[in-house]
């Protein structure tokens, strides 16, 4: 078997290996189980009762009954009424609608149906109410037990270690108060929010488009001044690259030459400009052609299978009946072919779609819809109300023990396939693989920890460094050991490497283990700082116009309400 040592440095490998972002978390995760299986650290056994853990089959449920409830037209209808008052007023409305409701939901369908609505209203700046909204999600998710994956994550780690699993509302004695409080520092600090997209300006998204001069084209071998490409109405020509060099600024007497590449920055609704051009490609179709469609703007969903890939190597066109116009992050300019560009979860994209793009079954996969003008098919009215009851009275039951939650979740997965809410085809397309993939294997990663003594030797020194100031200063050192790591990996990443650092600090000082797994949950949901450990934060993050900047500005302070909070609350709700 591998000594304590070695295990612990792999671990710190792969965390070093998260950060860099470079593979899926799934791949690693998987690849260190087997490697702890290959090596002796962990038994075939213990690896298979990974992945059959309760807590892990329901949060699997969880999510699929959540397909059908995301489909409810509940929230759309919901989003012009927050609307209204003055800028605070409605930004308060709005957080504590969604925190209500992450409460319960997933809080990426909560932040999803807001998102259309609120990047197309014209009386508030967008980047006043995305960073809010994506922060409500979160605090609504610490408040119950099915708020978050990362709190059902935690839950299947308490069933493996053997302890007492999370009852429905174990979460809220310390997470409501603490999400009152950040949603009041929130309503009360707005200098601390960006004004990226002023009021009085119309709701306009940037992007930056890429054509191409084609071979015969007429615009070759005249000016852009001939070839009026100056002064376009709502496009600006940057720059034009010409095998591989950059020209920038572009002088009105430039001569355009067969294969120029031109990036315009302009807005959605102006791009059709670059119809009267011809002989220009966008994305490998002539502009008069491709732009004659309809436009539709589109985030990349964190379960897509874009991220990481570009445009030309997953053949986007005959993937999706649709050419990628143009591609935004956050407020950096993307610069040179679109084709070639990684994509990265949270991309805006603008895409011109054919007639049947929503025909597609792996649309609802890999984009969250921004565009009004055409979405996913909903749920009728009555459809909508039986869902969300059936959800609610699943939910209820559980909370007082009368119905196990996995076996609620069943039924109403069944009825939801008998009355064709869902698709047998859907669940298929939209089961949560790498989630089952990363969480089965962190559990099997946490008994390596266990078993090779490497848990208990970082135990043995939390217990040194924080000897003399009791288990009270190592609870704080746990959370904030989680925080850190969820800021930089992901929430469930960070939950599956700290609980069994957790559970042996809570040993060796001989008392209750329940304050440091509960540090363990909600330091790992508390992600406000950089938008990259939070799949909310990424949807928000190109629509909000948003720098990295400003997620530290506008989370800094929630982020310390958040801690003081919790590390407060948890000893007096759960005492050691």
Known sequence: MMSSWIVLASVLLLLVCLIQGKLKPALLFCGWAFAYLTFGVVETQELLGSFANPGLATLVLLLLVSLALERSPL?????????????????????????????????????????????????????????????ASVLGGVTTLVGTSTNLVVDSFVADAGLPQFSMFQFSAVGIPVALACIGVIALTTRFLPNHQQSDTSNKLNYFVTAEVIRGSAMVGSSIETNKLRGLQGLFLLEIDRNGRRISPVTPDELLQEGDRLLFTGEVEQVHTLQQFHGLQVFGTEAEQLLTTNLVEVVIAHESELPGKTLQEVDFRTMFNAGVVGIRRGEKQLRGQLGRIPLRVGDSLLLAIGTDFFQHRNIDRNFHILSDTLQYSRLGKNQSVWAMVGFAAVIALAAVNLLPLFTGLGLLLAVFLGTRLLSVQELRRRFPFDLVLIIGSALTIAKGLDNSGAADMIAGFMQAVFNGYGPYAALAGVFILTLVLTE??????????????????????????????????YGASACFL????YQTHLMVYSPGHYQMSDFIKAGGLVSLVYSVGVIALIPLVFPF
């Open 75 to 135: 929230l759309d209808s919901l989003s012009s009424t927050l609307l209204t008052g003055n800028e605070r007023w409605a930004r308060i409305k709005l957080m504590l609608t969604t925190a209500g409701f992450s409460a319960f939901l997933n809080n990426t369908a909560v932040v999803a149906s807001f998102l259309s609505t609120l990047t197309k209203q014209n009386r508030f700046a967008p980047s006043r109410l995305l960073i809010p909204l994506s922060y």
């Open 488 to 521: 930089l990996v992901t929430n469930n990443a960070a939950a599956a490497l700290v609980f069994p650092i957790a559970l042996s600090t809570a040993q060796g000082f001989g008392v209750d283990p329940m304050p440091f797994v509960m540090a363990v949950a």
């Open 530 to 533: 950089i938008p990259y450990g």
